[in-house]
């Protein structure tokens, strides 16, 4: 049998990163190449409690279908912390003309796949800083849309660059962006940078996804506000969830967006899932409003502050000149640049035969097989001893392949 | 702000069956709409311990990230039992030139909907019967394909049909199929009938998706063979799901098709959801290794044939003459048709007022707005009290219809 497959997924072909992630189940392979949380910070014994609470008295709905849109206790916690605490979330007192609703997705990768499919048709385009998440640059592709890649700088996406490529590209309907503690590059964009990207999505007319899973890991420095806070326009999409800071396996995000853009998104997951898993839904309900979350997600941060701030002495330590590497205020990644003359394939590769598994930068380049000159690090599930063991290693990688 | 949607989700506009659904929430209201299992269906009890024991054993691994294939150990138990039990799945010891694989996805919804992406392009279309599962025709849509109907009969699909619009429709992909207590007529197509669909289907290289939610549902009659298990060419993808026989909320379906075409499958749900709820995965898979998983599933058929027997029951003594109504053998839902000069969405309107929800058969039609005399009934979460009051009613505005 000949399959005659859809197009959309063409570009979507099993790659070179998979293979390293299958490398991970080797207990004998140092983890630097994956996003997971560390496990630390699963708050097993509070979650195994209310479980048991809602088998007790809630099993029915926990068990049953819900709706798309969501538990809507859960909803209204989101909606209400996140405007307490963050100013995230305009309602119609706020006469902006617009109000903004949260719904619950099945983390928060769907909530950005959903926010492509309600606005792009094929051959539409979304603008991404470069590097960016490989995750959201393959739904994208998955939707038919065309992944457009602008420079990210210290400071946030360029926005020369990012006006200049909105003038002449007619199809941009989408700007992606992850502006805080940046997955891969664990970058924080300036506010004044965000401002200014701000006035140039509006003044073009693309809707800004604001991808936001890391906000809350932030262990030094002071916060950013985000988009969807000064989102006075109704343009942002804003996406986040609870993968980070109780629970990835779970699959629990949301995304908060004005009410008619949320409808769309609705009539979107619908024909994927459904909704997504009750039970789950009503233990972050539980969990927010009868645990101590901001407690609990105090106690993940310090966990990623001992631990970036590990890696960081070790990579200080071991690095040779000519290799730099952000130090990230938060999050679970820091990006490391090798000189160009490095080949970065062969530097992943002698790595990962010396047992350290690192995501080669080309995986997040929004133009397929563009070059990077980077890796990606995550000190989250790494030992301490395998902190200082990985960054040993790959120092010497690049002393050897600096110096052949 | 005036937004740009794209067209893909147009045809999807919330419709009067969401209306209805939302009077589900009315307790006053009598639900023949929903297509909700029946709760006392639910093993609450067994599942709370198993939940207990996987946060006892196995927390970090239920609640860290998967792989988007699903959890090794309940592929395996699937995939093992539906061969053994019911033919479906080939191996490469079956010499077939190719070999299927199981997959787990977020219900079986989001298996159709894949299957959908990995062969759709925009303006390919999916041959469906006419009536079908409103969730599967919004996911095929929702991909930009185009939905055609071929009637279904009381033995299955009409042949002739068939292969008269395959004939000229150059662009199906896909020929959907819901074989089993269909959703929303309750009718089984015979073997006779399969087997010559599978004939054509073959002959015009079209994919089969065979949906098979209700399957292990039968209180009536004998098993007939699935599709699936038939499959000597590897053109079926099937999907099915815990959500009629444990629980829906928790989202868990799943998927046998050849290796090449999961996939491809594979590929378009990583970029969704990037994997099903790991805790519930692993709770299904200890319910069906470690429980009595048969004997549940012969429980829960008890609970449906009493029900569907009782709704017969209340049809037969209350329709007037011109009202005829399907005989399911299993599954949820009885097809109920009215005479040609009853106005439907007046019936079913009239139906609500008087507190008993019935989903007008037009929602069912693979071409939107098309005509259809019929109403689709659930007796799966209504009391006993509430199918005969139910049955009353609808029978009472049926008369008055008919003699208007």
């Known amino acids: 049998m000949e399959y005659r497959f859809s197009d959309k997924l063409a570009a979507l072909k099993p790659s070179a990163i998979r293979e390293i992630f299958k490398s991970l189940t080797d207990p004998s392979i140092i983890a630097f190449a994956a996003g997971n949380p560390a496990a630390e910070t699963f708050p097993i014994d509070e979650m ?38 963050f100013g ?12 903004d609703t949260t719904v619950i997705v099945s983390g928060g990768n769907q909530g950005i796949e959903l926010a492509c499919k309600a606005f792009c048709n094929e ?47 007619k199809r941009a309907k989408l700007l992606y962006l992850i ?19 701000y006035e140039i999505a509006l003044r073009y007319g693309v809707m800004i996804i604001e991808d936001n899973p890391y906000g809350e890991l932030r262990f030094a420095g002071t916060d950013v506000p985000t988009y969807k806070s000064f989102d006075t326009e109704g343009i942002v999409i804003y996406c986040s969830s609870f993968s980070k800071i109780l629970s990835s396996g779970m ?22 899932d459904v909704h997504t898993n009750m039970f789950f839904q009503i233990l972050c309900h539980r969990y927010m409003t009868e645990r101590d979350f901001e407690g609990h997600i105090a106690d993940v941060r310090a966990v990623y502050r001992r631990k970036c701030g590990l890696m960081l002495d070790c990579l200080d330590r071991n ?42 930068g080309s995986a997040f380049t929004p133009v397929i ?20 063991e990985g960054c040993r290693v790959i120092g010497e990688v690049a002393r050897e392949m600096i110096g052949d």
Do not use: H
Request: hydrophobic share 40%; with cysteine; glycine share 8%.
């Open 319 to 360: 690095m040779p000149a000519g290799v730099s590497f952000t130090r990230p205020e938060g999050g679970l990644f820091i990006w490391c640049t090798l000189p160009e003359s490095v080949d970065m394939n062969d530097y992943v590769k002698r790595c990962l035969e010396r047992k350290v598994a690192l995501v080669p």
């Open 251 to 272: 699959r629990v995000g949301y995304l908060t967006a004005p009410e008619e853009v949320i409808q769309k998104i609705v009539v979107a997951k619908q024909v994927e």
């Open 88 to 99: 995230i979330g305009k309602t119609a007192e706020d006469g902006l003309g617009f109000a």
């Open 48 to 85: 195994a409690e209310i479980s048991r609470e809602i088998y007790a008295d809630m099993a029915v709905t926990a068990l049953q279908y819900g709706t798309t849109e969501g538990y809507m206790p859960l909803r209204r916690a989101i909606a209400d912390r996140q405007r307490a605490k």
């Open 369 to 388: 097989g563009a070059p990077c000159n980077s890796v990606r690090m995550s000190y989250s599930t790494a030992t301490d001893a395998q902190i200082a």
């Open 179 to 197: 502006p805080t503690f940046q997955n891969p590059s664990g970058i924080t964009s300036t506010l004044e940078n965000r401002k200014k990207v």
């Open 123 to 169: 051959g539409d385009s979304v603008v991404c800083e470069d590097p960016s998440f490989i995750g959201a640059l393959n739904s994208f592709r998955s939707n038919g849309a065309v992944t457009l890649g602008v420079p990210l700088r210290e400071d946030g996406i360029d926005t020369a660059a990012l006006e200049e490529l909105l003038k002449r590209e």
